[in-house]
């Protein structure tokens, strides 16, 4: 079975930095995937790691320990529009399912 | 526009009414999943598709059916709803043979059982 955990909410002030961090368990690991999501809306796709390191993508970076089954999703220069949940999601190889956590909720403040 | 449309958007039923919420994607895409969204349990899988006539239960699969007859749909059904079937339903598609691919999800279904 797969573990997917992570904490549920933070608030951060309009131009800070900000670490989501998503640990899991899973047998055949095959990529962890972030995703935001607002309110209601439909997730978008942020990132995707499948080897250890940094992956970084404009003002979003998701960094990979598959030996501590542990990502983190940084978010720089915050902006208001930020505010959202990220969802991090685990592949397992085979079936290509994806297992997601319950998601952080990002509240920007001014 | 790459995308998944999923119909209704919003759809109050009765307990027992047997209801289908239509999902289809226009990247042909192999890979396609319904999700259910409910407070505090985050999206949980309900069922899979790797191809067309493939189909296989995901997490929470009981009071579900599917088909993938064609590529492009994969419509959900609900033989006789009950009101623990009131959630936001989500269906997702995605090619994972291709790589690093991330599911793209269609705007979602708000059902509400009564």
């Known amino acids: 079975g797969q573990n997917i955990d992570q904490p549920t909410e933070m608030t951060a002030t309009e131009g800070a930095i900000v670490q989501i961090n998503c640990t899991y368990q899973?047998?055949?690991?095959?990529?962890l995937f972030w995703y935001q999501q607002h309110a209601g809306e439909a997730p978008t796709f942020l990132s995707y790691?499948?080897?250890?390191g940094l992956e970084e993508k404009g003002r979003f970076s998701s960094f990979l320990s598959r030996s501590k089954g542990y990502s983190y999703l940084l978010l720089k220069e915050l902006q208001m529009k930020d505010s959202a949940s990220y969802l991090c999601a685990v592949m397992r190889y085979g079936n290509n399912r994806l297992a997601f956590g319950k998601g952080n909720q990002v509240v920007v403040i001014p | 526009e790459a995308q998944v449309t999923q119909n209704p958007r919003y759809l109050i039923t009765v307990t027992g009414k047997k209801l289908t919420v239509t999902c289809s994607q226009n990247?042909?895409?192999?890979?396609m999943s319904w999700y259910r969204q409910d407070p505090g349990l985050g999206l949980r899988q309900i069922y899979y598709?790797?191809?067309?006539?493939?189909?296989d239960k995901g997490d929470v699969p009981e009071g579900y059916k599917v088909s993938r007859k064609e590529k492009r749909n994969f419509p959900l059904i609900l033989e006789s709803p009950s009101p623990n079937q009131t959630s936001l339903y989500f269906c997702?598609?995605?090619?994972?043979?291709?790589?690093?691919?991330?599911?793209?999800f269609g705007q979602g279904t708000r059902l509400t059982v009564v």
């Open positions: 990247m042909n895409h192999e890979y």
């Open positions: 790691n499948v080897l250890d």
């Open positions: 899973t047998s055949g690991f095959n990529g």
């Open positions: 997702a598609s995605s090619s994972p043979g291709q790589g690093a691919s991330e599911a793209f």
């Open positions: 598709s790797m191809n067309v006539e493939v189909t």
